[in-house]
């Protein structure tokens, strides 16, 4: 039997399954373009399969094996919510895990008996599952620096941004993928690292500086808090247009000010210590919290302000904690506010 050829039919048979084919209306980016921003036009769709051919070209292990791994990382992306990343703490409070966790809810709540592909080839979706979950001696080509998965995410995000901004990859995917043993594990040669790194930072920073982006994602977070409580779990198996409807159906003055870019950024600044009452903002958990705390001091509506605290890892030193202030027509009385919350903490540098 041709093994190459079994997992070239399997990659054909689970792009037909309804847990890929949503996939074709998520975008690679968590912010799509139609919000605002130039960023990725590829979907998760494309990546997910394009990750899964990378598959083909990991050498070593048994027959078994290289059909498990096809499997796993051609599914790892099917229990993403919409708008990806974005919507992974609401997932955990609602459904108590995030979306690498979510493989088998994706297949329980298809439509069609999609678990059958897998089953068709002998695979058991627990095992797979796990994988993705990380629990798998196979994980490791899902979690590595690099991997099969960003190996192909960096490098599609920066050739699908229309106009090519980033210019061109200064690697190919299939280069880390032919530098990878199932039973000899991960050898990349340190060129091929030292391209990888250099393009996953170019991707990022235009990412956490494209200001369009980061206000998407910071008041579809403030939406995706404000309707917390009316979220089931059928609203992380919507694609992204669908879930934007329901938020402009709950919120539309939000949906609104996004279509008609009305908010603004009044706050962008990099932190290389949070201290006091500003340590609380590292807990994603409280930030709902801080938002509402700054709608009611400013005298503003719950849907006009929205806060980004992350921190941001592209594999540089020092780290630092990147906070984002977004305001509905960049009244900047949230501002003065938030800066006496962080009036303890270690500035990094200022960003605007």
């Not at 690697?171 to 250099?198: C, F, Q, T």
Request: charged share 30%; proline share 5%; hydrophobic share 40%.
């Amino acid at each position: 039997m041709d093994y190459d050829d079994q997992r070239r039919r399997l990659l054909r048979d689970l792009s037909k399954t309804w847990v890929l084919q949503r996939l074709r209306w998520i975008e690679l980016s968590a912010i799509p373009g139609w919000i605002g921003s130039r960023v990725a036009t590829a979907s998760r769709y494309q990546h997910s399969l394009a990750v899964g051919r990378l598959s083909l070209l990991v050498s070593g292990g048994d027959a078994d094996e290289q059909l498990l791994l096809t499997a796993a990382v051609t599914l790892h992306d099917v229990g993403v919510g919409p708008f990806p990343h974005l919507s992974d703490q609401i997932m955990r409070e609602i459904l108590g895990f995030t979306h690498e966790g979510a493989v088998r809810f994706a297949f329980e709540n298809s439509p069609l008996r999609d678990s059958m592909v897998l089953e068709n080839y002998g695979l058991s979706l627990d095992e797979v599952a796990s994988i993705v979950e990380g629990r798998h001696k196979l994980s490791r080509f899902l979690y590595g620096f690099p991997d099969l998965d960003n190996a192909d995410n960096i490098y599609r995000f920066i050739i699908s941004i229309p106009g090519r901004p980033l210019g061109d990859p200064s690697y190919n995917p299939s280069e880390i993928a032919r530098s990878m043993h199932i039973d000899h594990g991960v050898s990349i040669p340190d060129d091929l690292k030292r391209r990888w790194m250099g393009d996953f930072r170019k991707a990022y920073s235009y990412l956490w500086n494209d200001r369009l982006n980061m206000i998407g994602w910071t008041m579809l977070g403030r939406a995706l808090r404000l309707l917390r409580e009316e979220l089931t779990p059928r609203f992380f198996r919507l694609t992204n247009k669908s879930a934007y409807r329901l938020i402009k159906m709950k919120i539309p003055e939000l949906a609104n000010g996004l279509e008609e870019r009305k908010f603004r950024i009044i706050l962008d600044q990099k932190y290389a210590e949070l201290r006091g009452e500003a340590r609380r903002l590292m807990d994603p958990r409280n930030i709902y919290e801080f938002e509402e705390r700054l709608c009611k001091d400013s005298g503003l509506e719950d849907w006009m302000v929205g806060l980004t605290v992350d921190q941001p890892t592209l594999g540089e030193r020092p780290d630092h904690w990147r906070i984002y202030l977004v305001c509905y027509g960049g009244d900047e009385r949230p501002k003065r506010l938030l800066m006496d919350i962080l009036s303890e903490s270690t500035p990094f540098s200022s960003s605007g």
